[in-house]
């Protein structure tokens, strides 16, 4: 059985698996995979009967080129000689069927695999801080007891927790009046910075193929057994059809639009933004973070989405300098607008080298930007995600089958793909809503760089 994607084939890296086990291993329990980790050596395991079982059927097929060879010519007992056909066909026949299962379920177990890990990646699962945005840890801003984005989104009649929790259960949110022309705000003002540095703008569709998502690194569950995707039911006529998932990020659909495709590779980097609904089962699954927009079900975010070149890679581990030495100009690329856009905001921030338990499959490396949430201050210090990037080098396009299309008679390659939050709508309009906040004139200041979307208005007030 051939492992794919719809109708395009899978193709994990055996071969280096086998060459590596050791250090598969390691990246197993380093990735927080530790269920996995006897699952390189079964690969391993499996390359290994296949290539004896290879070495054992040559002796057979050589003896088959023999009597066919005999059977154009005039010699030799004719009978004999199928007899001697029939069997050792019906032996190499069972011999390819034992090896495309050992091979089917190498890769099958192959691709349960997190990514391989850079060497700039902490293993300590602390995160490394790599520097600040508006904000001097010498001199640190303070902030009313009352800056909650909750409190304020209720009293300004911005936001209205319990009609959507009438509506569509916990987790749910409406934006009202001047929250909901924040967010479309916010959602131009990152298109139109990332499309200043060379990006295409995208509209992708919110619904995707399960099989496309697991491709990505999102499965029905994680490696804690938490539900990460909410999956459509489907009716019973379409028993047996592939199933669809509600995007839980446009890096699904986004990745997908190369699926099965060859990229020329004069037309590298291809540079992607695009807006989408996000649908995530998991919020408030581990008790935290449950109050207000920090955490929720339905959201608007703007991601960027690139394809890189990367050197042709065989059983061999790559140099990692060359290996990403065009993932990684975009993965910074993608830092720094994330940079531009968060410090034309306003907002305190600090940028974080992510721990390699923090991972997740896909990526190899990823850096996280934290903003300052006054209403955390009891928790991480004040400190929460608003963006984040990752190079995931080729994991998802493998699993694609994305390929970069080069030379007749050159190696195959798979390009790099790079993915990064251009806003995340409603944890940035939550840090806008705290860190604007003027206690005593009971008003929200709009961030200048946004208020050219907004009519000009300056501040949010009472009503």
Same mark, same amino acid.
């Given at each position: 059985?051939? #492992?794919?994607?719809?109708?395009?084939?899978?193709?994990?890296?055996?071969?280096?698996?086998?060459?590596?086990?050791?250090?598969?291993?390691?990246?197993?329990?380093?990735?927080?995979?530790?269920?996995?980790?006897?699952?390189?050596?079964?690969?391993?395991?499996?390359?290994?009967?296949?290539?004896?079982?290879?070495?054992?059927?040559?002796?057979?097929?050589?003896?088959?080129?023999?009597?066919?060879?005999?059977?154009?010519?005039?010699?030799?007992?004719?009978?004999?000689?199928?007899?001697?056909?029939?069997?050792?066909?019906?032996?190499?026949?069972?011999?390819?069927?034992?090896?495309?299962?050992?091979?089917?379920?190498?890769?099958?177990?192959?691709?349960?695999?997190?990514?391989?890990?850079?060497?700039?990646?902490?293993?300590?699962?602390?995160?490394?801080?790599?520097?600040?945005?508006?904000?001097?840890?010498?001199?640190?801003?303070?902030? *009313?007891?009352?800056?909650?984005? *909750?409190?304020?989104?209720?009293?300004?009649?911005?936001?209205?927790?319990?009609?959507?929790?009438?509506?569509?259960?916990?987790?749910?949110?409406?934006?009202?009046?001047e929250a909901a022309l924040l967010e479309q705000a916010l959602v131009q003002y990152?298109?139109?910075?990332?499309?200043?540095?060379?990006?295409?703008?995208?509209?992708?569709?919110?619904?995707?193929?399960?099989?496309?998502?697991?491709?990505?690194?999102?499965?029905?569950?994680?490696?804690?057994?938490?539900?990460?995707?909410?999956?459509?039911?489907?009716?019973?006529?379409?028993?047996?059809?592939?199933?669809?998932?509600?995007?839980?990020?446009?890096?699904?659909?986004?990745?997908?639009?190369?699926?099965?495709?060859?990229?020329?590779?004069?037309?590298?980097?291809?540079?992607? #933004?695009?807006?989408?609904?996000?649908?995530?089962?998991?919020?408030?699954?581990?008790?935290?973070?449950?109050?207000?927009?920090?955490?929720?079900?339905?959201?608007?975010?703007?991601?960027?989405?690139?394809?890189?070149?990367?050197?042709?890679?065989?059983?061999?581990?790559?140099?990692?300098?060359?290996?990403?030495?065009?993932?990684?100009?975009?993965?910074?690329?993608?830092?720094?607008?994330?940079?531009?856009?968060?410090?034309?905001?306003?907002?305190?921030?600090?940028?974080?080298?992510?721990?390699?338990?923090?991972?997740?499959?896909?990526?190899?490396?990823?850096?996280?930007?934290?903003?300052?949430?006054?209403?955390?201050?009891?928790?991480?210090?004040?400190?929460?995600?608003?963006?984040?990037?990752?190079?995931?080098?080729?994991?998802?396009?493998?699993?694609?089958?994305?390929?970069?299309?080069?030379?007749?008679?050159?190696?195959?390659?798979?390009?790099?793909?790079?993915?990064?939050?251009?806003?995340?709508?409603?944890?940035?309009?939550?840090?806008?809503?705290?860190?604007?906040?003027?206690?005593?004139?009971?008003c929200v200041v709009i961030p200048e760089v946004l208020r050219g979307y907004m009519?000009?208005?300056?501040?949010?007030?009472?009503?």
């Amino acid at each position: 059985m051939k #492992v794919v994607v719809g109708k395009h084939l899978q193709r994990p890296q055996l071969g280096q698996i086998l060459n590596n086990v050791e250090l598969y291993e390691h990246n197993t329990l380093v990735r927080n995979y530790q269920s996995h980790q006897d699952v390189p050596r079964r690969v391993a395991s499996n390359v290994v009967q296949m290539a004896e079982l290879d070495h054992r059927m040559n002796g057979p097929r050589r003896k088959m080129k023999e009597l066919q060879k005999q059977m154009n010519s005039s010699g030799g007992d004719r009978d004999e000689i199928v007899a001697q056909m029939k069997s050792l066909r019906q032996e190499i026949e069972d011999s390819e069927v034992e090896y495309r299962d050992l091979k089917s379920a190498a890769s099958e177990m192959a691709l349960l695999l997190p990514n391989l890990t850079s060497v700039d990646t902490p293993t300590n699962n602390e995160p490394r801080l790599r520097s600040y945005i508006n904000y001097d840890p010498e001199n640190p801003p303070t902030y *009313s007891t009352s800056a909650d984005h *909750s409190i304020i989104g209720e009293k300004l009649r911005l936001l209205d927790f319990a009609s959507a929790s009438m509506a569509a259960g916990w987790g749910f949110y409406y934006l009202l009046n001047e929250a909901a022309l924040l967010e479309q705000a916010l959602v131009q003002y990152a298109f139109s910075i990332a499309r200043k540095h060379g990006w295409s703008a995208v509209a992708p569709p919110s619904l995707v193929y399960s099989h496309m998502a697991g491709a990505c690194g999102f499965r029905p569950r994680d490696q804690n057994d938490e539900q990460q995707i909410w999956q459509v039911a489907q009716p019973e006529r379409d028993a047996g059809k592939p199933t669809r998932s509600l995007a839980a990020t446009a890096e699904i659909p986004l990745a997908a639009l190369y699926a099965g495709k060859s990229i020329r590779q004069e037309d590298l980097p291809i540079k992607l #933004v695009g807006s989408s609904r996000c649908f995530r089962a998991e919020a408030g699954a581990r008790g935290v973070d449950t109050k207000g927009l920090y955490r929720v079900h339905e959201f608007t975010k703007v991601e960027m989405f690139a394809w890189t070149d990367c050197p042709a890679t065989g059983d061999e581990l790559p140099n990692e300098e060359a290996w990403t030495e065009h993932s990684s100009k975009i993965f910074y690329e993608m830092v720094n607008i994330q940079t531009e856009i968060l410090s034309s905001l306003g907002l305190p921030c600090r940028v974080l080298e992510m721990p390699s338990s923090d991972l997740g499959a896909s990526a190899y490396r990823k850096i996280d930007i934290e903003a300052m949430f006054p209403s955390r201050k009891k928790r991480d210090e004040g400190w929460g995600e608003v963006t984040s990037v990752s190079i995931c080098t080729d994991y998802q396009s493998r699993r694609l089958d994305t390929k970069i299309q080069e030379a007749s008679g050159s190696r195959k390659k798979y390009p790099h793909t790079v993915n990064g939050t251009a806003m995340a709508v409603p944890r940035v309009l939550a840090a806008i809503l705290e860190n604007g906040w003027r206690e005593q004139e009971g008003c929200v200041v709009i961030p200048e760089v946004l208020r050219g979307y907004m009519g000009g208005m300056e501040k949010i007030g009472p009503r």
